[in-house]
């Protein structure tokens, strides 16, 4: 049986004394990994946790997030980290929507839960792993009273074992129904496309756990037989040491991370001699940083397209593809094995190779759905086939390149913004008569958040009050970073924002309207 519980008892079997986790000073071999494991999986059973129940984890990285996600997937439940990003509201939403009996809280987000505890209606427990109210149970505490003994109650392969939220073009995230199916289908291509990890080795995460990006990332390490080196978060100056330190091999990085790496000033003067393979993804990268990039680490560099709702990666650009110069360092790459990818119109007629439409993938990783929402998922997956909501082209070669967002996404660092979401805030201003939020070029996250907003009669509102209104209903990275004012916004007949011709004036100059 291929589970994420599983993973873990064959890794524990064949290496249970290679390092599993590193994380600062502290390190969790495979055995003490799964030993701890199986104790979360028992407090949770005590818990009342039953199968199919969700647990919400929401803190920063470390080792015991770990513990605690494969405890979860041991005793059966569903894996549903918390974008520890957002705004308290925002946070009660995830959690209500899941209808987690359980919440796992670090102790930076204890005064955000504690302000929305009497609105979370079917939490039972909440268990922290440091500072909280005492009536939280203290997580080493509510772990060790717990057997070690597994209790084998690991989640089928086709249902759901992990739910990742991802912002939904409503205004609210939507839950990705991801199953054991979906996750190893994609290991077992992975280690094809990610360049060589050979067990023993060890690799970075430092994109947040929340992410599919950090927490597939970590499962293909693990499966990989590679060890977890997971700091906090990122910061560019501790992530350059643990480089060093740790004579990192392997890392999965967005390229707004790649940046803030090359402008750090010791940068220049770290030893980068360990590193292999870096694998960057999330959102496309500005051909002149890759080149940076590639300079300075002096290593192989493969690019990972794909999606929360494939569970990862689809497309990859392979190393010997990143050559200077060559046109196909601005492809995403090729599919994976396994992955079927077709370009359909607006009719959805197949497009000939270098003519532009939706792209849409078949294969075996794709979600199982968008929990609770059956409409929005036969709307996603049709046919057997899921539409990505991105638009781009393949090649006479089959290399896809990807050109522009049928939806009107914005990705900023690597974080998914949609724009109806920040307009729901705005618009709740007194002063604001109309508002449109779109993605305009920025270099150092790629994109950054605009509103362009209409005043209402007789107001003279300005940009530095827009951003403080949306400063404690929205999480930072979707807050606009500029605003613009205009006496109205183009619209089609049917009243529908021209956002392609809003974004028009400031994509002039660039050839693709991603960044």
């Known amino acids: 049986m291929r589970t994420v519980g599983s993973l873990l008892r064959w890794r524990a079997n064949q290496h249970p004394d290679q390092a599993a986790i590193v994380h600062g000073d502290r390190r969790l071999s495979f055995a003490q990994l799964d030993r701890a494991a199986n104790r979360v999986a028992n407090a949770l059973r005590e818990s009342g946790l039953r199968p199919g129940d969700h647990v919400c984890v929401l803190d920063k990285g470390h080792d015991r997030f770990f513990e605690v996600m494969f405890g979860i997937a041991k005793a059966g439940g569903v894996f549903t980290p918390v974008n520890w990003r957002l705004a308290a509201p925002e946070i009660a939403y995830v959690i209500n929507d899941a209808e987690a009996t359980v919440l796992i809280v670090g102790g930076e987000f204890a005064d955000a839960v504690r302000s929305i505890e009497p609105e979370l209606a079917k939490v039972r427990q909440i268990v922290r ?11 080493e505490a509510w772990r060790d009273a717990a057997s070690d003994v597994d209790p084998v109650a690991d989640t089928r392969e086709s249902e759901t074992t992990w739910q990742l939220y991802t912002s939904g073009t409503t205004g609210h995230p939507k839950g990705a129904e991801i199953t054991p199916d979906n996750l190893f289908s994609l290991m077992s291509v992975a280690s094809l496309g990610f360049g060589t990890t050979a067990p023993g080795g060890s690799g970075l995460v430092s994109v947040p756990l929340y992410h599919i990006g950090g927490t597939g990332y970590a499962l293909f390490l693990l499966y990989s037989g590679v060890t977890v080196v997971v700091t906090r978060e990122f910061e560019p100056g501790a992530v ?55 300079e300075r680490f002096g290593c192989g560099f493969v690019q990972a397209y794909g999606l929360t709702e494939t569970s990862g990666a689809i497309v990859t650009l392979a190393a010997e593809d990143h050559v200077v110069g060559s046109p196909k360092l601005r492809a995403a790459g090729k599919a ?23 792209i849409v993938v078949r294969c075996d990783s794709v979600m199982k759905g968008y929990w609770n929402l059956p409409e929005a998922s036969a709307q996603s997956i049709r046919g057997g086939w899921f539409y990505t909501g991105d638009a781009g082209y393949l090649d006479e070669d089959a290399y896809l390149y990807i050109h522009d967002r049928v939806k009107d996404m914005i990705v900023s660092g690597g974080e998914n913004v949609y724009p109806a979401e920040v307009e729901s805030v705005l618009y709740a201003h007194p002063e604001i008569a109309d508002v449109a939020v779109i993605g305009v070029p920025d270099e150092r996250w790629g994109e950054s958040v605009k509103a362009v907003v209409v005043r209402a009669p007789g107001s003279t509102l300005t940009q530095a009050q827009v ?49």
């Open 240 to 294: 350059l040491e643990t480089i060093e330190q740790h004579r990192i091999q392997h890392a999965f990085l967005v390229p707004a991370m790649l940046n803030f790496l090359l402008l750090h000033p010791n940068s220049a003067k770290t030893d980068f001699s360990s590193l292999e393979t870096i694998l960057y993804g999330a959102s496309p990268i500005p051909e002149e940083l890759l080149v940076q990039a590639m």
């Open 336 to 358: 994976v094995f396994g992955c079927d990818i077709r370009i359909l119109d607006g009719e959805g007629n197949e497009c000939a190779p270098g003519n532009v439409g939706e």
């Open 129 to 139: 792993f440091d500072e909280g109210p005492e009536n939280w149970a203290p997580y």
């Open 467 to 515: 951003i403080e209104f949306a400063k404690d209903q929205i999480a930072g990275y979707k807050r606009p970073k500029s605003v613009d004012f205009v006496d109205e916004l183009p619209r089609n007949p049917t009243g529908k924002i021209l956002k392609r011709e809003l974004r028009e004036a400031y994509w002039k100059g660039h050839e693709r309207r991603v960044h």
